[in-house]
């Protein structure tokens, strides 16, 4: 079930305001003018709380992009009704394109997110129109 939920947080509406990545990203690209745009390199979360018949569940995901291009995913779904938390976590790369990152899990198969910047310090990460505040 958590990765069903998982799947339809990916699968949402895409962001319409653009960032360009900074041309020291991995896959980023050279603007030729003008200063670099903020970088996603960080820690960024997401808590979505979700009631379902019986149960109060909690699913937490947090993506760690390092500036090398490494970058790691971890999902932590907590259950009132299991008592105890289930955590997965899956390395991977990335790549920037324009206003798309394509993460590449080192286990196999890719994803490919819209991404924006935002709020008054770029600490808002919108992947796929799931917002991901910066804690790193």
Same mark, same amino acid.
């Given at each position: ?5 998982? !799947? @339809?947080?990916?699968?949402? @509406?895409?962001?319409?305001?653009? !960032?360009? $990545?900074?041309?020291? *990203?991995?896959?980023? %690209? ?7 745009? $903020? ?5 960024? #979360?997401?808590?979505?709380? =979700?009631?379902?018949? &019986? ?14 291009? @490494?970058?790691? #995913?971890? %999902?932590?779904? *907590?259950?009132?009704?299991?008592? /105890?938390?289930?955590?997965? *976590? ?5 790549? =920037?394109?324009?206003?798309? =990152?394509? !993460? ?8 490919? /997110?819209? /991404?924006?910047?935002?709020? $008054? @310090? ?6 796929? &129109?799931?917002?991901?505040?910066? =804690? &790193?």
């Amino acid at each position: 079930m958590a990765a069903l939920g998982a !799947v @339809a947080l990916l699968l949402s @509406a895409c962001s319409a305001d653009p !960032v360009q $990545p900074r041309p020291d *990203e991995p896959g980023g %690209n050279h603007s030729g003018t003008g200063s670099p745009s $903020p970088t996603i390199t960080g820690t960024w #979360q997401n808590v979505v709380v =979700i009631q379902v018949p &019986g149960d109060l569940q909690t699913w937490t995901t947090t993506w760690r992009f390092d500036a090398d291009g @490494a970058c790691l #995913q971890t %999902n932590v779904t *907590e259950s009132l009704a299991e008592g /105890f938390p289930r955590t997965t *976590e899956r390395s991977c790369t990335y790549a =920037i394109s324009g206003t798309r =990152i394509t !993460v590449s899990y080192d286990t196999g198969g890719d994803l490919t /997110f819209d /991404f924006d910047l935002t709020g $008054p @310090a770029s600490d808002v990460l919108v992947l796929n &129109g799931f917002e991901y505040q910066r =804690i &790193g």
